[in-house]
């Protein structure tokens, strides 16, 4: 029932010689029309690109190249139902501003038409992604393709809005030197609720925030367009395009760590749900009885799975001793960790049973309790799935807590597509 991925997303740093990378695009891309345009002016061209304007059909041919590969024209134009020379217009034109290039490798045989096979060109844009704990900053550039070329971690000396904002800038702007950048996104635990386009953070329990409009924020405080989103959500968003869930239409992700928390994809977009709190799967109940959770509920899903509840329940201060005090026979640790694979194959069945997804991605600080009790998650999950249902692909996928970074540069390059 389970694979397995190692799912690296951060790659052996390497730059691109940022004056090369500067120079090619800046006559390619134009002025974006779109309000913090005007804001760039007041810094220097060298570091930073505006993404160009593009018609609806220019970016469905775009998309299809960046999440699925390169592609043949004649595919693109399956594909997109678009005419073959409705297509070879839109790509001149994304070819002009440098968004893809027309490759010769796919078709090697001089009988082929090499020239129709289109390329992304990953060096057109660089993202800054970040994501916000209470205590820290972790931030990652990464070009068109979501590949990391950089990063940066930063301790938060202040939790106040202002203070943190600043701290951003400073981080960007630190990344200007070598890369053009064309948008900033910034993730973190906490609702996220969309007033039209623009989000807003209702609430972040860890930076002891209320609503704060942190994307004006952050656009004001570095001249970039800016996203901002949940961080579990960040992380669904970027394994669906560019991560462990490419491909499938419908899909869910649970992060487990000091919290618990759930993304899902239905019909291939996020749901972000009426007031920002969709995936809340922290508090289902798993028994009637066992240990209680912070907020007093007998049984659930918190009360088992995450990381202080394990500590809790096993006596233990840390994760890593818990595991390897389990494996060599101690039975609080074991006990603690089996209960806690029982309540994730409950998340996993809920889930399941909801939105029927072609795959269900466990990742965060805290997989390894999955690797530990697959054997009761597993059962947990068949208990409790519905007879009518086959049987779920549940995949985990390492993490790295620059996860979270990639998926908000992710969060970035889809603000501005
Ligand atoms: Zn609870």
Same mark, same amino acid.
């Given at each position: 029932m389970f694979t397995t991925t190692t799912y690296s997303t951060i790659p052996t740093l390497s730059m691109p010689d940022a004056a090369d990378s500067t120079s090619s695009r800046r006559g390619h891309l134009r002025q974006r029309a779109r309000g913090y345009a005007g804001k760039m002016s007041k810094r220097s061209a060298l570091h930073e690109a505006t993404w160009p304007e593009l018609h609806e059909a220019q970016r469905a041919v775009l998309l299809e190249v960046l999440i699925h590969g390169s592609r043949s024209r004649a595919d693109l134009a399956r594909r997109t139902n678009l005419s073959r020379a409705t297509l070879m217009r839109l790509t001149r034109g994304l070819v002009e501003l440098g968004l893809v290039t027309e490759g010769e490798t796919l078709a090697p045989t001089g009988r082929g038409r090499p020239s129709e096979v289109l390329h992304l060109r990953p060096e057109a844009a660089y993202f800054v992604g970040i994501k916000l704990t209470g205590d820290a900053l972790y931030a990652v550039v990464t070009d068109l393709h979501a590949k990391v070329l950089a990063s940066d971690e930063r301790v938060l000396?202040?939790?106040a809005v202002e203070d943190v904002v600043r701290l951003v800038a400073e981080v960007v702007d630190g990344f200007r030197g070598q890369f053009a950048l064309t948008a900033v996104g910034v993730c973190l635990a906490g609702d996220v609720t969309y007033e039209g386009d623009q989000p807003l953070v209702l609430e972040s329990p860890f930076l002891g925030w209320? *609503?704060?409009?942190l994307a004006a924020l952050v656009e004001r405080a570095t001249g970039l367009a800016a996203s901002v989103s949940n961080d579990v959500q960040a992380l669904t968003v970027a394994h669906h395009w560019f991560g462990a869930g490419v491909g499938c239409t419908n899909m869910a992700l649970i992060a487990v760590g000091a919290g618990i928390g759930s993304g899902f994809v239905v019909n291939d977009h996020i749901v972000r749900g009426s007031r920002g709190h969709p995936g809340k799967v922290g508090h289902l109940l798993v028994t009637e009885h066992g240990p209680q959770c912070d907020r007093g509920h *007998?049984?659930?899903v918190s009360a088992f799975v995450t990381i202080p509840a394990i500590l809790q329940n096993s006596g233990n201060s840390e994760l890593e001793q818990t595991i390897r005090a389990a494996a060599a026979g101690d039975e609080a640790s074991d006990r603690a960790l089996r209960d806690a694979g029982r309540a994730l194959g409950t998340v996993v069945a809920t889930l399941a049973d909801l939105i029927d997804p072609q795959k269900v991605i466990i990742t965060g600080e805290a997989l390894a309790v999955a690797r530990y009790s697959s054997a009761e998650m597993e059962a947990s999950i068949r208990e409790r799935?519905?007879?009518?249902?086959?049987a779920v692909q549940v995949e985990l996928v390492d993490f790295d807590f620059a996860d979270y970074a990639w998926a908000a540069a992710i969060g970035a390059i889809r603000h501005v597509i």
């Open positions: 000396e202040s939790r209320g *609503t704060v409009a *007998t049984g659930c799935l519905d007879p009518a249902a086959e």
